[in-house]
């Protein structure tokens, strides 16, 4: 996939589609998934399984089943459901929980706990009581767990496949239109995500959710004005929700119109003071502003209403980022350190993890980077079979992808350090063998920021194309862009310039880039 606006995609080498022949047999998957929308593919005969007692979705001919041994079971799976599409995720945990303790085989509410949760105890446990319940419930039922089952175990292409298997038995249906919409966003596969989009829109043009997710979507692909557009049109189905003025917020913020983002997120938290989203991105907007003080501010009222470990450690390291964007790095360290221990103590073991890869991203001597990644990894390891192995081995390629680009090599002449050498073949390794598109995403990333190292830009292009979200990447793609006089290095750097979303690679990339561009203009 690449952003449209600047037409990055080419065709690739022979020794790139050696290498990645994994990935495309997800994007193959992924290609089925889209000629379902395109082609209208019938639904398959319904199953004869016994009649549910709810069900979460319907099409115009059946519903989706739902087993279950109790009724108020199913009313708790559907509320939840509701809150789910909601964004009101903490609230959808709890009905989910609430009905596996009425029907402890309730396969679909672990299930969707497993896909929800931010606890990784409770994200292992549920998935593996989805799995030993599967055998009781109807096969759509079971291509659902699969499906979710099989991303979470790092089975993409199991689980892509059980979700475009469950997607030609109810083409039709809203809300699996919605859900899978809204799995193929968080893999930044905004192509396949539209055209889910828009048939649950079909189905249903007042279907509040789904325009939320049209409108995040345009906003990814560079339409703000169409992102602007489907957001009011959510604010305007659901009023006195508070995520429908997060959201439009978001687009505001993405749009550089800060102000105005502040206040919808502080009206969505008049709605509902305990909403923590909103809470958590008034730190992103200050953070994106350069108020890092306001943003640190907002980011310990976030982390005390948030409802789950996971969440309040993510949000202390949120706040440490401040303190990288403002060059404070003695600072940066402490916070870091900080938000590694409220993980730890939390067993958040990827979050603490994480924690230390992140400070060996800024560390000035690659020496103290490499000590930061070996405790990074050696954490990981460690706690191995307590995390989702999509999430561990998500985790492991970005530790990898960060010693590949501390350890580059001195000169475009100069041989490949042992530790980058090694790094890059397992990462290589990883991306071939059927995992996740985040995994190969970041093989490509880097792989292509060797190459610019190497001042091989031509050869370094379709590797840095594909990791179309990842600022570092966008960076030197812009480099080899300009060094092979490519006509899309100035559409590019505008994207680069708007760029709006907060991470880590944001913190170190974006206000440097903004500053040196500046420079480059001022020099003109």
């Given at each position: 996939?690449?952003?449209?606006?600047?037409?990055?995609?080419?065709?690739a080498?022979?020794p790139?589609?050696?290498?990645?022949?994994?990935?495309?047999?997800?994007?193959a998957l992924?290609?089925?998934v889209?000629?379902?929308?395109?082609?209208?593919?019938?639904a398959?005969?319904?199953?004869?399984?016994?009649?549910?007692?709810?069900?979460?979705?319907s099409n115009?001919?059946?519903?989706?089943?739902?087993?279950?041994?109790?009724?108020?079971?199913?009313?708790?799976f559907?509320?939840?459901?509701?809150?789910?599409?909601?964004?009101?995720?903490?609230?959808?945990?709890?009905?989910w929980?609430?009905?596996?303790?009425?029907?402890?085989q309730?396969?679909?509410?672990?299930?969707?706990?497993?896909?929800?949760?931010?606890?990784?105890?409770?994200?292992?446990?549920?998935?593996s009581?989805?799995?030993?319940?599967?055998s009781?419930?109807t096969?759509?039922?079971?291509?659902?767990?699969?499906?979710?089952?099989g991303?979470?175990?790092?089975?993409?292409?199991?689980?892509?496949?059980?979700m475009?298997?469950?997607?030609?038995?109810?083409?039709?249906?809203?809300?699996l239109?919605f859900?899978?919409?809204?799995?193929?966003?968080r893999q930044?596969?905004?192509?396949?995500?539209?055209?889910?989009?828009?048939?649950?829109?079909?189905a249903?043009?007042?279907?509040?959710?789904?325009?939320?997710?049209?409108?995040?979507?345009?906003?990814?692909?560079?339409?703000?004005d169409?992102?602007?557009?489907?957001?009011?049109?959510?604010?305007?189905l659901?009023?006195?929700?508070?995520?429908?003025?997060?959201?439009?917020?978001?687009?505001?913020?993405?749009?550089?119109?800060?102000?105005?983002?502040?206040?919808?997120?502080r009206?969505a938290?008049?709605?509902?003071?305990?909403?923590?989203?909103?809470q958590?991105?008034?730190?992103?907007?200050?953070?994106?502003?350069?108020?890092?003080?306001?943003?640190?501010?907002?980011?310990?009222?976030?982390?005390?209403?948030?409802?789950?470990?996971g969440?309040?450690?993510?949000?202390?390291?949120k706040s440490?980022?401040?303190?990288?964007?403002?060059?404070?790095?003695?600072?940066a360290?402490?916070?870091?350190l900080?938000?590694?221990?409220?993980?730890?103590?939390?067993?958040?073991?990827?979050?603490?993890?994480r924690?230390?890869?992140?400070?060996?991203m800024?560390?000035?001597d690659?020496?103290?980077?490499?000590?930061?990644?070996d405790?990074?990894?050696?954490?990981?390891?460690?706690?191995?079979?307590?995390?989702?192995?999509?999430?561990?081995?998500?985790?492991?390629?970005?530790?990898?992808?960060?010693?590949?680009?501390?350890?580059?090599?001195?000169?475009?002449?100069?041989?490949?350090?042992?530790?980058?050498?090694?790094a890059?073949?397992?990462?290589?390794?990883?991306?071939?063998?059927?995992?996740?598109i985040?995994?190969?995403?970041?093989?490509h990333g880097?792989?292509?920021?060797?190459?610019v190292?190497?001042?091989?830009?031509?050869?370094?292009i379709?590797?840095?194309?594909?990791?179309?979200i990842?600022?570092?990447?966008?960076?030197?793609l812009?480099?080899?862009?300009?060094?092979?006089?490519?006509?899309?290095?100035?559409?590019?750097?505008?994207?680069?310039?708007?760029?709006?979303?907060?991470?880590?690679?944001?913190?170190?990339?974006?206000?440097?880039?903004?500053?040196?561009e500046?420079?480059?203009?001022?020099?003109?």
């Open positions: 996939m690449a952003f449209n606006s600047s037409g990055w995609k080419q065709p080498p022979l790139l589609l050696m290498k990645t022949l994994g990935r495309f047999l997800l994007l992924l290609g089925v889209s000629s379902i929308l395109i082609s209208g593919a019938n398959a005969a319904q199953n004869d399984a016994p009649a549910p007692q709810a069900a979460t979705t115009a001919t059946r519903e989706f089943p739902i087993t279950t041994s109790s009724a108020a079971a199913a009313r708790y559907e509320v939840g459901m509701q809150h789910f599409e909601n964004h009101r995720w903490n609230f959808a945990l709890h009905d929980r609430e009905a596996v303790q009425l029907d402890p309730f396969a679909l509410a672990y299930a969707w706990i497993c896909f929800t949760t931010t606890d990784t105890a409770e994200e292992s446990d549920s998935r009581k989805a799995k030993a319940a599967i009781a419930v096969p759509p039922e079971q291509l659902m767990v699969k499906w979710i089952v991303v979470h175990e790092n089975r993409y292409v199991e689980g892509i496949a059980a475009n298997d469950l997607m030609a038995e109810y083409p039709g249906d809203k809300r239109n859900l899978a919409g809204y799995w193929l966003f930044d596969q905004y192509e396949p995500s539209r055209k889910f989009t828009l048939r649950a829109l079909a249903d043009p007042t279907y509040a959710t789904a325009y939320n997710q049209l409108g995040y979507l345009y906003s990814r692909m560079g339409e703000n169409k992102a602007l557009e489907a957001m009011g049109k959510y604010v305007k659901l009023p006195n929700e508070p995520n429908p003025h997060d959201s439009y917020a978001e687009m505001l913020r993405l749009a550089g119109r800060f102000d105005e983002a502040l206040a919808h997120y009206m938290l008049k709605i509902d003071p305990t909403f923590y989203i909103s958590k991105e008034l730190g992103e907007t200050y953070a994106l502003m350069g108020d890092g003080e306001k943003a640190r501010k907002e980011y310990a009222k976030a982390i005390h209403e948030a409802p789950s470990p969440l309040k450690a993510e949000y202390a390291q440490a980022l401040t303190y990288v964007r403002d060059k404070k790095y003695t600072e360290d402490r916070a870091f900080e938000a590694a221990k409220r993980a730890h103590d939390s067993e958040q073991w990827v979050w603490e993890a924690a230390y890869h992140d400070m060996a800024y560390q000035p690659s020496a103290v980077a490499n000590q930061s990644l405790r990074a990894d050696g954490l990981l390891a460690a706690h191995k079979d307590a995390v989702a192995k999509v999430d561990f081995d998500e985790e492991h390629a970005r530790i990898l992808r960060t010693r590949i680009e501390r350890n580059l090599p001195a000169g475009p002449k100069a041989p490949l350090k042992p530790l980058a050498q090694d890059l073949a397992e990462l290589e390794e990883m991306a071939i063998s059927g995992s996740s985040a995994i190969a995403r970041t093989a880097a792989e292509g920021t060797l190459l190292a190497q001042q091989k830009f031509k050869a370094a379709p590797h840095l194309q594909e990791d179309y990842n600022p570092e990447s966008i960076k030197l812009i480099v080899a862009y300009r060094k092979t006089h490519n006509a899309d290095a100035d559409a590019l750097r505008d994207k680069l310039l708007a760029w709006r979303m907060p991470s880590a690679e944001e913190a170190l990339v974006v206000p440097d880039f903004r500053s040196h500046g420079s480059l203009a001022a020099q003109k």
